[in-house]
């Protein structure tokens, strides 16, 4: 469902299983390693890694996408956005180009 991007049906799951504390565990746990996947596509990509605005771009594009998902699918619940943070953490830090591509989009 999250490679699909199928936010209705998640959000279905997710109304289902949130009075269920270990199954929301697990829905975060397959949230993250989903986005830590595509993140590492981004950062690893080789047209990405020759353009900082390009990077860059696909980055917010990517981070935009995940907020939308955690606000339509998951109602903003912060377990979500926890892990979203440190799976973003993850595959930034693993390219080292990461901050001078952010800077230099800002500049």
């Known amino acids: 469902m999250f490679n699909e991007r199928k936010f209705d049906q998640l959000?279905?799951?997710?109304n289902v299983f949130k009075e269920v504390p270990q199954s929301v565990d697990f829905i975060v746990r397959k949230m993250k390693d989903f986005v830590v996947v595509e993140g590492n596509k981004i950062v690893s990509n080789e047209s990405n890694l020759k353009d900082p605005i390009l990077f860059?771009?696909?980055l917010l594009s990517f981070k935009q996408e995940i907020d939308s998902m955690i606000n339509l699918?998951?109602?903003d619940d912060s377990r979500f956005e926890k892990a979203r943070d440190s799976s973003f953490q993850n595959f930034m830090l693993k390219?080292?180009?990461?901050?001078h591509f952010i800077a230099y989009y800002c500049d």
Not at 11 to 14: E, N, S
Not at 95 to 99: D, E, H, Q, S, W
């Open 73 to 75: 699918a998951f109602a």
């Open 95 to 99: 390219c080292k180009k990461t901050p």
């Open 11 to 14: 959000k279905a799951m997710f």
């Open 56 to 58: 860059t771009d696909k």
